[in-house]
């Protein structure tokens, strides 16, 4: 999109952030000043929140507009230490119109007790159809380039993205979007742990991940993720759109969920066999 945006348009996605920010906070998504936010004004401007302020009581006039080089075109303060990874999910995403970074602390704790590949699991058949997987990107220190380095691996085909130890990041095409992203990663994040609390969590049987990629690519949703979440990266080529997925890629990328999917059934089969013998002995 070229030109300026309307100042009735910015104003609103203003309110927005700030509507946002502070639900972010008050739901214990964030703490103290950590997360960030950013939606795009137009090919050249990104409207963002300021480093070090409390997402729970930041106002319209406390945000500040970038370029991608980093200038800061309006504002009092510097722009969020981690704007490098709003701009390398830009970058990387030409679909993507707002960002959303925070630190859901359900799901960052299954990254830090090293169970990411639970979480990415295909266990809710929601998450299945509109996030594809929950994958996390390995440990990158935050505020570094090696942040959105650590992501870049992963734009093709996810909307959600944990950081190992840190945060998630959630893309969107506004920021209400990318908000409810993150809102349903830490509800399956909160879902998987008291299942793991319950028992063994079972994913979803192979023919329903099957048919819940199929729907969820025909709708535009990112589903391919899942192959990204239990390979660690996703070896199949990015689509040329962000959401546009040929018939033959849509094919591989089911085949490759299936694949992750019989694999996981295959190995908590094992898991499942060798505790019978330990028991039996
Ligand atoms: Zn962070």
Redesign the pocket.
Known sequence: MNGATPWRAERTLREDMCRIGRLIYERGL?AAT???LSVRLDDERILCTPSGLCKGSIEPSDLVVVDFDLNLLEGDRPAS??IL?HLGAYQSRPDVRAVV???PPTAVAFSIAGQSDALAGAHLPEVVYTLGAIPTARYAT??TADVPASLEPYWGRCDAII?DR??SITVGATLWEAYLKLDKVEHAAQVTFMAALLGTPRPLPAEEVEKLARQGAERGYPTACSPCATDGVCELPAPEDGNGLSQELEEAIVEEVLRAVREMTAEKEEQKAGSTVVEAG
Do not use: T, W
């Open positions: 964030v950590d997360g960030n230490s981690e990874m970074h925070a630190h935050p505020g950081l840190h945060g």
